[in-house]
Every structure is written in C-alpha cells, then in structure tokens.
C-alpha cells in the first residue's frame, strides 16, 4: 500500500513513462478514429467561446485605451501559439487521453497528475459547460426565440446539456460529425459578421485615428489582470492533446492541429476586435459585456441585436459541444490509473466510448446549471486554468534536460525560447492577477488544494484493492 501512495521523483516517473505511457492498460483503450480536420476542429471550437463575444468590453476599463485592449490578443494568441507547440511535444511523447494529466503524472507525481484532473472536472470543463448553456439560453430568449423567463432559460440550459452529452455518448464517429459542422457554422458565421460589418460602411475608421481614444496613454497597471481574461478567452488552444490516444498518426496529426487550430483563432480574433472598434467607439462599449451586440447595432441597425444574439447562440453550440468531447477523456485517463471512480473507466461495449464519464460529466453540469453560481467566475476560472499547463510546459524543459535522448517524434522550435517565454508570460500574468483579483484567485487555489485530501482517499482505497488483490 505504501508504494501505491508514494509520490516518485520526476526521474523516477519519467523513467517510467517510457513504458508505462507508451502502452496504456490493454483493457481499455480508446481506438484512433480522428483525423486532422476533426482535431483542428476541436482546437477551434473549444477556442471560441464566450470569450471573445464578451471580454473586449471588460478589458476597457482595466487598460484605458483601443491600442492596448489590441496588444493584450496579439500577445495572448503568441503566448496561447508557444503553448501550443510545446504541447505538441509532450503530446507526441506520450499520446494518451488526458493531456496535462498524464504530463504531469508522468514528469512530477501522480498526485499532480490527479489534482489537475480533479480541477478539470470542476473548473475546467463542468463549469464551462454550465456557463455557456445558460449563456446559449440567455441569447436565445434575447433573440425572441424563447420567453424571457429565469426557469424556462434554466430549463433548456439544462436541456442543451443533456442532447450534447447524449450527442458525444452514442459515439465518436456521431459526435465528432456534429462537432465539425457546428464549428463550420460558427466560423462561417463569425466571417459573415466580420465581411459584412466592414462592408456595411456603416463603421467609421475615424475611431482608430490619432485623436481618438484608441490611442490614448494607457493604463499598465491593470494590463496583468487584462492579459489573464484574454488568456481566458484563449484557453482551448491545447484541446487537441485531449485526443491524443484517438487521434490516427499522432506525431504528424498532433502538432499540424495544435498550430493550426490556434493560429486560425488568432486572426480571428484579430479581426473580430478591430470590427468592435471599426464600429464604435470604445467608450460605447468600454465594461459591457455583450460588446458584440453594441457592434452590430452600429453597424446594421438597432433590430440587428436580435439577429446578431441568435447567431452567438448557435456559435457558442460548437464551444459547449467540444468542452463535453474533451472532458470526459481526462477523467477516463485517471479512473483507468486506478485515480478517480472505477465506473469512468468503463468504455461503452457498442459506441466505444468513455459513456460513464460522459454521464458523470453531464449530471455535474446539470446541477451547475441550476446552481446559477457561475456567471461571474472569470478570473477565478482563467487562474485556475493557468497553473497546470504552465507546470506541463515546464516539463518540456525538465525531460530535455533529464532524458535528452528519449525519442520526440516533434519537438517545439527555437531551442528553449517557447517554453521560457510561455513560463515567463503565464508567470508574470498570474502574479499581477493575484495581487488584482486575490479573491478568485485564492477562490482557484483552494479549489485545487482540495484535491489533496481526496487524492489521498483515492491512493489508499487503490493500495488496498492492490494488496487484496
């Protein structure tokens, strides 16, 4: 039972990644049916999200100026690339479900390896989902599609969580169908918006013109807690390492996917913000949330807020829809170690999916939805979500050091840049949040400190079923 418990080394458990990660349980192994544009796909959708329809509009007021609200994404989609490419690494090192969770299992200790799972579970994945259900059933009543009443937007919230469970449980071939054409959708109808916006005439460049308050001096203080909701609104651009073990050819299909995925959001959002402020003013919509709306009632007209809600609505289906693919995949990974409930590593005898985990997944998230306690946990979610991949990350460095001749079938450009410029940038963006926003952020550490005493429970029932056995 002790060694059950016992946390190894980073060398000794990445000695022991190199059989142990190779060749995972042959009791349960997920069968590789994802080709590139599937896996592309889910970087993209899982990407755009709530983020980039809501958190311009909040970065406003912390910078104070157009010019640095643009900085703030061009220099999250470098950092968010960075990442990418040095997931593309691990994961082509070690390709199994989980990503981070085996990463760090595998480089640190299994206890690491659990505690990012474990705020997977609530943070990373259930709480997302949550939040944009409710948001899909906000949007949908202020297109007119639904009665603008508390319960019936809870109730198909609800609802929409329970078909997209559903959807992702009766197989990945069906999933993954769904899962493309709605992130064909939303990206033909985010270029929709950007062409016909600039199109319209209706913009004015003048916004971006030297006496305007694009170009004003500037607020730097506030650009940490700036940089941790645009990261927010990045996170997703390591989706694809989620898919690891289903992905076909994984040293070519991994790092192809990782850098184009993230890419492709990059110009994205690029382009979306330089519409916000094309068609208005920032002062318009400096600290309103729904700055798309602002953007396209200046553009098209004031009846444009409902067309422009229902299309956010169908965008945000593709978002919700990848988050419920990818989270029941960390949670498999664990239960197959022995490291979360026995019943999430069960694999669907017919579909050959993780269907109990998927079910796990969408009961949590159901009662989130009714909850309602998610609506204002940004920074709590985007703090949390930054401490496990800055530890995956710098993990690259460590097993180049360590074990310099263990095979990489990819290996991240530029030497040991990527990796340091990811650790400083993610570094100095959660200690500025912190000392800005120390409630959500204290709120994100003990959520993972939690963690602690139930990974403990869990190795002792695993050192005693070990011994009995």
């Known amino acids: 039972m002790a060694a059950?418990?016992?946390a190894d080394s980073p060398t000794e458990a990445t000695e022991r990644s190199a059989t142990s990660v190779a060749a995972p349980s042959a009791a349960a192994v997920l069968p590789r049916q994802i080709g590139l544009g599937t896996a592309t796909s889910v970087v993209v959708a899982n990407m755009i999200g709530t983020g980039i329809f809501t958190t311009t509009g909040l970065l406003l007021p912390h910078v104070?100026?157009?010019w640095m609200v643009l900085l703030a994404w061009v220099l999250g989609g470098l950092i968010a690339l960075a990442g990418a490419l040095c997931y593309a690494e691990l994961a082509t090192m070690m390709p199994q479900a989980g990503a981070e969770y085996v990463y760090l299992r595998e480089i640190y200790s299994p206890l690491a390896g659990f505690l990012t799972g474990w705020t997977s579970f609530f943070v990373g994945f259930s709480a997302p989902i949550a939040a944009?259900?409710?948001a899909i059933s906000f949007y949908l009543a202020a297109a007119g599609v639904l009665p603008a009443r508390w319960w019936v937007e809870?109730?198909?919230?609800v609802a929409i969580v329970l078909v997209f469970t559903g959807v992702h449980y009766f197989g990945l071939r069906l999933g993954a169908r769904v899962q493309n054409a709605l992130t064909g959708l939303k990206l033909l109808l985010l270029a929709g918006l950007v062409l016909a916006g600039f199109a319209s005439g209706r913009g004015n460049w003048e916004h971006f013109a030297a006496g305007s308050g694009f170009w004003a001096e500037g607020n730097w203080s506030g650009f940490g807690v700036t940089m941790l909701l645009v990261m927010f609104a990045y996170s997703g651009w390591n989706a694809a390492a989620y898919l690891?073990?289903?992905v076909r050819e994984p040293a070519r299909t991994l790092p192809r996917a990782l850098t184009l995925g993230t890419l492709a959001v990059m110009g994205i959002y690029l382009l979306v913000n330089l519409l916000f402020f094309y068609a208005a003013p920032g002062a318009s919509f400096a600290g309103v949330p729904a700055v798309g709306e602002v953007a396209a009632r200046h553009l098209f007209g004031v009846e444009a807020g409902r067309g422009f809600a229902l299309l956010v609505a169908l965008a945000l289906l593709s978002s919700l829809s990848a988050y419920t693919l990818l989270g029941p995949r960390v949670y498999f990974a664990m239960a197959r170690d022995g490291l979360f409930f026995r019943f999430a590593a069960r694999l669907h005898p017919k579909f050959q999916t993780p269907s109990a985990s998927i079910l796990a997944q969408g009961a949590?998230?159901?009662v989130m939805v009714l909850s309602g306690t998610f609506e204002d946990l940004l920074t709590y979610i985007g703090f949390a979500l930054g401490i496990f991949p800055w530890m995956a990350v710098a993990g690259v460095l460590w097993l180049?050091?360590?074990?310099?001749a263990r095979p990489r079938p990819f290996r991240a450009p530029a030497g040991p840049l990527l990796p340091l410029f990811y650790l400083g940038a993610m570094a100095w963006i959660l200690?500025?949040?912190?000392a800005g926003r120390p409630g959500p952020s204290l709120a994100a550490i003990a959520t993972v400190l939690a963690g602690i005493p139930v990974y403990w429970l869990t190795a002792k029932h695993r050192g005693e079923r070990t011994s009995a056995s």
Request: aromatic share 4%.
């Open 4 to 6: 059950a418990m016992r």
């Open 400 to 404: 180049r050091a360590a074990h310099p």
């Open 64 to 66: 104070e100026a157009g």
């Open 431 to 434: 200690v500025v949040a912190f």
């Open 154 to 157: 809870k109730a198909v919230a």
């Open 364 to 366: 949590v998230t159901a």
């Open 132 to 134: 944009t259900a409710v």
């Open 244 to 246: 690891a073990e289903e």
